[in-house]
Nanobody, 124 residues
Framework: VQLQASGGGLVQAGDSLRLSCAFSGGTFSSYSMGWFRQAPGKEREFVSAIRYNGGSTYYTESVKGRFIIFRNNAKNTVDLQMNTLKPEDTAVYYC??????????????????WGQGTLVTVSS
């Protein structure tokens, strides 16, 4: 499985940005997909995830109501729409694919494949 993340950039606080992750080399509709981020000097943290069939979505508390994850199983993509961005959202964002169960869907080690990351910088 290969993942290619894109869409990062430099924006101002309050702006929106949409990240996209292209999946190849496997059966996309079988994989749950996640987005994680890593800020400078910090550990990688969970941001959002969506089940293989899009039936359930998950968000870390700090992005609820601002970020939306959705997938297109026909195009093999998963997007993260990020609204009302804040400086604390600045990080490298990674997409991931795997077969996590509900109790592990927020854990990085539950995912089998990772994209290369895309940098999001939010200025104040």
């Amino acid at each position: 499985v290969q993942l290619q993340a894109s869409g990062g950039g430099l924006v101002q606080a309050g702006d929106s940005l949409r990240l996209s992750c292209a999946f190849s080399g496997g059966t996309f509709s079988s994989y749950s997909m996640g987005w994680f981020r890593q800020a400078p000097g910090k550990e990688r943290e969970f941001v959002s995830a969506i089940r293989y069939n899009g039936g359930s979505t998950y968000y870390t508390e700090s992005v609820k109501g601002r970020f939306i994850i959705f997938r297109n199983n026909a195009k093999n993509t998963v997007d993260l729409q990020m609204n009302t961005l804040k400086p604390e959202d600045t990080a490298v964002y990674y997409c991931a694919a795997g077969f996590p169960i509900t109790s592990t869907i927020r854990q990085a080690n539950a995912y089998r494949a990772w994209g290369q990351g895309t940098l999001v910088t939010v200025s104040s």
